[in-house]
């Protein structure tokens, strides 16, 4: 229970985070005296780290089980293919049995994409692979610095292992702006870690993969691991959704903004859907679907869905960022304030990075919200509700931001915005 998420992505991923800077961080006072602290040979015993991590997806996914079971759900274990639009299939331990019902929610979420001549197997790993290694690997090489790519290969250069990242477009996590990017790209010169743009891999054999530019003699990168994060695809192929014919958009099931498909009375929501493929979306499209389902107006109106990078330091992006307003012709006033003025941030060793705002210029209601620093996921919370509720400027300028927090940062940018610094 609990998908993808839950069980192979962002839980087991963020335990192994936590667990690699705890780690990287013993590693570091062993080497040398910060803020008065020493160690001396840390340890790390995997097969205990890989059991912490799985007991953490054990109770969360015993705990959605509980919730279904308290609220009347009949969980069926098996796999479902559809008849028609209201009758599926599901073939399960007892046999195969059928169900025949008024709507259907298809949340079949996505599968990693590996490449044609680096196929998953045997050292070529997804995501799922690289968060329960039975051993922390001597070197790892990753093919994409996209969100799986740098945050398993950050978390593994911080727990011991020779890093190697390649990556095919020009800089690393792409869909972001180079700005946001930059304090992630010098985070990981710092761990070490081996960073190839504008390059390709192109094939693995005998514990080497040849990675390379269009031009150029490729470069042999020498490894145990390869860990293939170069995207994902939406799960359709197995449920049979060719038998409905239902409209697709791309590979991804076309719904509405009602998350309605071609077909009356089936659903779809999540990764099936199509980008931003994330939990966080996934869930509220469900919500609204079981509304919509029990006969309650509901229609999907939302301003933006956060985004965020657990890379080190954290990415948290909501609403439109510098490329996009300009592209669309908006008349913007855009601030940064950098976390090495804000008193929080100094205390804790970790003063890189900033806080951006966009908003309009004629009347300051807030347009987008990106940071980059440590701990800025927690951040998208006060960036959600300022942009869903239309926040200007001025309601951000006029709330009493809590001292000492990251969030300052926040307070300080819209100041900025509105030509009122305070601390900068
Ligand atoms: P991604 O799209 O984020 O990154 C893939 C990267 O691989 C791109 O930068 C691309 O240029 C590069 N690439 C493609 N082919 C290549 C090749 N042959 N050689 C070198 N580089 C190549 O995909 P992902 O990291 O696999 O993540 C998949 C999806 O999972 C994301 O779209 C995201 O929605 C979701 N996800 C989200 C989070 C989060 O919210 N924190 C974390 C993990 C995954």
Not at 212 to 217: D, I, V
Request: aromatic share 4%; hydrophobic share 45%; charged share 25%.
């Amino acid at each position: 229970m609990g998908g993808t998420c839950l069980n192979v992505g962002c839980i087991p991923s963020k335990a192994l985070i936590h667990a690699a800077n705890d780690f990287y961080k013993l590693r570091l006072f062993a080497t040398q005296s910060l803020m008065g602290i020493s160690a001396s040979a840390p340890g790390i015993d995997q097969a205990k780290t890989r059991a912490w991590i799985a007991s953490v997806v054990d109770g969360l996914s015993k705990g959605v089980a509980g919730l279904l079971k308290k609220a009347g759900v009949r969980c069926i274990r098996g796999e479902a293919r559809f008849r028609d639009g209201k009758t599926v299939f599901v073939k399960s331990a007892e046999g195969e049995g059928r169900i025949r019902t008024e709507a259907i929610v298809v949340a079949t979420g996505s599968e990693p994409v590996d490449l044609p001549s680096i196929p998953f197997g045997g050292d070529v790993l997804s995501s799922t692979e690289a968060l329960s290694l039975r051993e922390i690997p001597g070197r790892l090489a990753v093919v994409g610095a996209g969100y799986i790519g740098l945050e398993i290969g950050t978390a593994y250069a911080k727990l011991g292992t020779e890093v190697t990242i390649v990556e095919a477009a020009d800089r690393i996590l792409p869909q972001y702006d180079a700005a946001l990017v930059a304090p992630i790209q010098r985070r990981l010169d710092r761990l070490g870690v081996r960073v190839m743009t504008s390059v390709k891999a192109q094939s693995w054999s005998n514990r080497s993969l040849l990675a390379g530019r269009a031009s150029e003699r490729p470069t042999l990168i020498s490894t145990d691991k390869v860990l293939v994060a170069v995207g994902r695809r939406p799960h359709t192929k197995s449920l049979d959704l060719a038998t409905l014919r239902l409209a697709m958009n791309g590979p991804f099931v076309r719904v509405d903004d009602r998350c309605r498909t071609s077909m009356r009375g089936i659903f779809a929501i999540g990764d099936v859907t199509g980008e931003p493929m994330l939990a966080h979306r996934a869930m509220a499209q469900g919500e609204m679907v079981a509304d919509t389902v029990a006969g309650q107006p509901a229609i999907w109106d939302k301003i933006a869905v956060p985004a965020v990078c657990f890379t080190d330091p954290e990415i948290v992006a909501v609403g439109q960022g510098p490329e996009q307003v300009k592209a669309a012709g908006i008349d913007a006033v855009v601030a940064e304030f950098p976390f090495r003025a804000n008193g929080r941030a100094l205390a804790s060793e970790r003063d890189d990075g900033f806080v951006r705002v966009l908003a309009r210029k004629d009347d300051g209601v807030l347009l987008g919200l990106q940071a980059v620093g440590e701990s800025v996921s927690e951040l998208s919370a006060a960036f959600g509700s300022a942009l869903e509720m239309g926040a200007r400027l001025e309601d951000v300028a006029a709330t009493v931001h809590a001292h000492p927090t990251r969030s300052e940062a926040f307070h300080e940018a819209c100041l900025k915005a509105l030509g009122r610094p305070l601390h900068t």
